[in-house]
């Protein structure tokens, strides 16, 4: 069995496979959005999608049938190798020497379960689905100004990401996507960017400036610009990280659902 590469994004059947896998299918609808309909995507099936694969920076992401997604697993290490080949990292970079493919982005318990009786799981960072709608969206505007991240506070941005997003990720970002800043004294104190996915993340504020609400004021922020833009606002918070779940709950999110980001152990040859 093959994956055939996905060339119709407007296709009936593609648009009711993403409202069936709702809200998992958030991340493929806003990679979609921040690309321009221009992404790797392979079905199983076009007419028919049980399984899709994106395929991007070192990693895949799987949304449909973990069933499926066994089926084709020969087909997926096969990609991971190749991203590997290729010399294509994920924009988190992995552990020195870490031999293990595939890495899954956002993997849905039931896929990260099924795929994990087939291949040992190495690794898992576990989060929770965050989701906006309009009507529960409670606004904070309380704070300073919110501006731009500026060329020259890149490197900043990149040094305190929790997951090593590497600088030219950052700046990719921020030229093409709406984000937010606040400074205090001319000096920046909080952000927040758009992902490639369309989540809203990489939320930080500098130590100096803690305890003024600076996170929730960009958070909010972007959370608006998302919905004048007319896109889905979502985010992903790491379990266990009260803060930022306060912060975004505040606002009127809600979580939506469980994944986890895994890597598996490589098949023996």
Same mark, same amino acid.
């Given at each position: 069995?093959?994956?055939?590469?996905?060339?119709?994004? %407007?296709?009936?059947?593609?648009?009711?496979?993403?409202?069936?896998?709702?809200?998992?299918?958030? &991340?493929?609808?806003?990679?979609?959005?921040?690309?321009?309909?221009?992404?790797?995507? *392979?079905?199983?099936?076009?007419?028919?999608?049980?399984?899709?694969?994106?395929?991007?920076?070192?990693?895949?992401?799987?949304? +449909?049938?973990?069933?499926?997604? /066994?089926?084709?697993?020969?087909?997926?290490?096969?990609?991971?190798?190749?991203?590997?080949?290729?010399?294509?990292?994920? &924009?988190?970079?992995?552990?020195?020497?870490?031999?293990?493919?595939?890495?899954?982005?956002?993997?849905?318990?039931?896929?990260?379960?099924?795929?994990?009786?087939?291949?040992?799981? /190495?690794?898992?960072?576990?989060?929770?689905?965050?989701?906006?709608?309009?009507?529960?969206?409670?606004?904070?505007?309380?704070?300073?100004?919110? +501006?731009?991240?500026?060329? %020259?506070?890149?490197?900043?941005?990149?040094?305190?990401?929790? $997951?090593?997003?590497?600088?030219?990720?950052?700046?990719?970002?921020?030229?093409?996507?709406?984000?937010?800043?606040?400074?205090? +004294?001319?000096?920046?104190?909080?952000?927040?960017?758009?992902?490639?996915?369309?989540?809203?993340?990489?939320?930080?504020?500098?130590?100096?400036?803690?305890? &003024?609400?600076?996170?929730?004021? /960009?958070?909010?922020?972007?959370?608006?610009?998302?919905?004048?833009?007319?896109?889905?606002?979502?985010?992903?918070?790491?379990?266990?990280?009260?803060?930022?779940?306060?912060?975004?709950?505040?606002?009127?999110? &809600?979580?939506?659902?469980?994944?986890? *980001?895994?890597? $598996?152990?490589?098949?023996?040859?």
């Amino acid at each position: 069995m093959t994956l055939r590469k996905l060339e119709r994004f %407007d296709a009936p059947a593609f648009g009711r496979f993403l409202e069936e896998n709702r809200p998992f299918s958030l &991340r493929i609808e806003g990679t979609l959005a921040e690309s321009g309909g221009v992404e790797r995507l *392979w079905v199983d099936d076009e007419e028919s999608p049980s399984l899709l694969v994106h395929r991007t920076m070192g990693r895949l992401g799987l949304l +449909g049938s973990p069933e499926a997604a /066994v089926e084709h697993l020969g087909n997926l290490e096969k990609m991971a190798a190749e991203m590997d080949a290729a010399g294509e990292k994920p &924009r988190h970079l992995p552990p020195e020497g870490e031999n293990c493919v595939p890495r899954l982005n956002a993997a849905p318990p039931e896929m990260r379960d099924t795929l994990a009786r087939e291949r040992s799981l /190495v690794r898992e960072n576990g989060c929770g689905l965050f989701t906006l709608s309009e009507e529960e969206f409670t606004p904070f505007e309380e704070g300073p100004p919110v +501006g731009r991240i500026r060329e %020259d506070e890149i490197p900043i941005v990149s040094k305190f990401a929790d $997951y090593g997003e590497i600088e030219s990720y950052v700046s990719e970002r921020i030229a093409r996507a709406p984000h937010a800043a606040v400074r205090v +004294g001319g000096e920046l104190a909080a952000y927040m960017i758009v992902h490639d996915n369309g989540s809203i993340g990489m939320l930080h504020t500098l130590e100096k400036f803690r305890n &003024r609400k600076l996170g929730r004021r /960009v958070a909010s922020a972007l959370a608006r610009i998302q919905l004048e833009r007319g896109r889905p606002v979502y985010c992903y918070i790491v379990d266990g990280n009260a803060p930022s779940a306060r912060v975004f709950t505040s606002l009127g999110f &809600r979580r939506a659902a469980d994944v986890s *980001w895994v890597v $598996y152990e490589r098949r023996a040859d």
